[in-house]
């Protein structure tokens, strides 16, 4: 990181350097000094730290409690801790899950969900039961990866109490790319 170099630059407004309070040598705090100083910060360039950030997408069965939801979570997550998830995934089916929702409240995770048409599109590995009952291969990791940034599955479908869970990890040049605008 570059050195901060504070450069005083005149100006009209009603207030002066020591108003300011931040970093003002002595000599140039002094309002007789120079009035009217506001401090103009050069040369501070922002440090870019890009960060892990995934999305879990979850299927479940009807009527699981969040206590089930919250363990298959953290059981995926394993290690990696639950601040660096961005958002949840699932089918629209369960839009009225009470589980689901709450613990995507409880969280403070946003929650998407996905057709059966947009998650027919992205191909990832089939389960019977799940093609067998909604007539697609999967939920939990073709909603993660629908609801990641370019991202790939770090976390294959685990099962646990009848809650599938899988995570995808956005993809870093997608991350840096949104973090310009």
Known sequence: ?????????LHESNFSAPALNVGVPPALA???????????VS?????????STWVIGIGCRRGVSVEQIHAA????????????????ASIDSK???????????????????????????VETSASER?????????????????????GRI???K????GVTVAIAEDDPKQQADNERT
């Open 43 to 51: 040369g501070l360039r922002k440090q870019r730290t890009i960060v």
């Open 73 to 88: 979570v953290l059981a995926a997550l394993g290690t990696r801790p639950l601040a660096s998830t961005r958002a949840l």
């Open 130 to 150: 799940v093609q067998a009952l909604l007539g697609i291969d999967g939920v939990c990791e073709p909603c993660a990866l629908l609801a990641s940034r370019n």
């Open 1 to 9: 990181m570059k050195d901060v170099v504070l450069i005083p630059v």
């Open 30 to 40: 002094c309002p007789t000094a120079l009035p009217q100083v506001r401090w103009r």
């Open 95 to 121: 839009k009225d899950e009470t589980a689901l929702l709450e613990f995507a409240a409880r969280h403070g995770l946003p929650l998407q969900f996905f057709s059966k048409q947009n998650i027919a599109q």
């Open 158 to 161: 685990t099962v646990a109490g």
């Open 154 to 156: 770090i976390v294959p």
